[in-house]
């Protein structure tokens, strides 16, 4: 027998395994299955960028670089963050290339907080952000966002739920798993809060080229805001990169020196041919990541149009590529709903509640999948809903 869980420390042990997981290990067995649960893109990554990475294995570049990451990268780094997001940073001590968001808002975290402070950060939200959170012996304050107001984050929501002892405020937008965004006139109002009360802002921004509608703002290019914020991005989602495993953290440079001791003792560096990829994405990467966007946006516009013609309430998500209908009306709770879709329609979508209590009454649908696949997988969830009417209605009178 296993007892080797006695070794484990308390704040791991009572974390809660992602829900997520679940699910895909589930689909994975299933023959026939649509998976709308994965928050991955379905494009391989461009061949540019691939070939980048071949020749630089080719070249035999297989060493370490150094902590920051390749000057090279940090340069294109800084250069495209001034054009399409504002602030100007400096390659050589205010961006560090980490191994994707992931790393990034990890060390972040564990440079900041001390034992029992607190962070902010709107829910529902990616799955990641609360145990991250708690793996630093600090304590997540969610600020709740309401679905009748298609989830937004307000500034009104976010003075209730403040506390003494915050620290820092937790950003995302667009918003996994809801696809909200936030205007220029929200952020200010955010801003406003952030400097009244002295937090840190770490704003996750793995999804801003991939805004629907308006212009993508990051809190980051407000007046007063480059001091006190951390802007973290990637390659995943946008340049279709998942696997290359490869972001990075822009901020003032103290915040960045002690995320820099951090990576440097856990990590070391991001892996070379990574970093050569990521160089080519930033350089010549933006035809392929606005034809990929174009493909999301076709794909949105027909899921939230079937999800609402199905009788699925389903706001217009503006960014990202996840669509969040309310399943309420069908009398299941999410995670019923999520499972019964699974096996009697062979549908994955990942219950509301996986990404926190403000998910309840909601599944998340991701649209990066073929537009057939979603046409199929939306005839399926019509003759689910069929089926679950029909049985809500109860067995016809004898
Ligand atoms: N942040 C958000 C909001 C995400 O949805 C994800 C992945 O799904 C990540 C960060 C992690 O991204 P990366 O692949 O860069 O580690």
Same mark, same amino acid.
């Given at each position: ?54 020749? #630089? ?26 054009? +399409? ?7 050589? @001590? ?17 440079? !900041? ?19 991250? /959170? ?12 309401? #679905?009748?107001? +298609? ?24 918003? +996994? ?24 802002? /770490?704003?996750?921004? !793995?999804?801003? =080229?991939?805004?629907? =509608? ?34 990075? #953290?822009?901020?003032? #440079? ?21 970093? =050569? ?103 399926? @969830? ?17």
């Amino acid at each position: 027998m296993d007892t080797s869980s006695r070794f484990v420390a308390h704040h791991v042990g009572c974390l809660p395994k992602s829900g997520i997981r679940d699910f895909f290990a589930i689909v994975s067995q299933m023959r026939d299955a649509i998976s709308l649960g994965i928050g991955e893109p379905d494009f391989v990554t461009p061949y540019g960028i691939r070939e980048v990475a071949m020749r #630089a294995l080719e070249k035999g570049k297989t060493s370490y670089t150094d902590n920051r990451g390749l000057k090279a990268l940090r340069e294109a780094i800084s250069r495209y963050v001034a054009q +399409n997001y504002g602030p100007e940073y400096d390659p050589e @001590i205010e961006i560090l290339v980490t191994i994707g968001v992931s790393e990034a808002m990890d060390i972040l975290l564990r440079a !900041i907080l001390n034992p029992g402070d607190k962070v902010l950060y709107h829910e529902p939200c990616y799955v990641s952000y609360a145990p991250g /959170i708690a793996l630093c012996h600090a304590t997540a304050i969610s600020v709740p966002t309401s #679905a009748a107001n +298609n989830f937004a984050l307000t500034a009104d929501a976010l003075r209730a739920a403040w506390q003494p002892g915050c620290k820092a405020l937790l950003l995302n937008f667009p918003t +996994n798993p809801t696809g909200g965004t936030a205007d220029k006139a929200l952020l200010e109002e955010i801003a406003a809060f952030a400097e009244e009360k002295d937090l840190l802002v /770490i704003s996750d921004e !793995i999804y801003s =080229e991939l805004t629907f =509608e308006g212009v993508h703002t990051s809190i980051a290019s407000l007046p007063g805001m480059r001091e006190r914020t951390v802007f973290l991005h990637g390659f995943s989602k946008a340049f279709a990169m998942t696997g290359f495993r490869v972001g990075y #953290a822009c901020g003032p #440079a103290g915040v960045l020196d002690a995320m820099l001791k951090v990576h440097q003792y856990a990590i070391m560096c991001a892996p070379i041919v990574s970093q =050569e990829a990521a160089i080519e994405a930033l350089t010549n990467g933006r035809e392929d990541m606005l034809r990929m966007r174009e493909k999301y946006r076709e794909r949105r516009d027909v899921i939230v149009r079937r999800f609402n013609e199905l009788g699925l309430r389903c706001h217009l998500p503006r960014g990202a590529f996840y669509a969040f209908p309310c399943i309420s009306s069908t009398g299941l709770d999410s995670m019923t709903f999520a499972k019964r879709l699974l096996q009697e329609q062979k549908v994955a979508m990942v219950p509301g509640t996986a990404f926190g209590p403000g998910g309840a009454g909601f599944c998340r649908a991701s649209y990066s999948t073929s537009y057939e696949n979603i046409i199929r997988a939306c005839d399926r @969830i019509g003759a689910f809903l069929d089926k679950v009417s029909k049985q809500a209605d109860g067995p016809p009178p004898q």
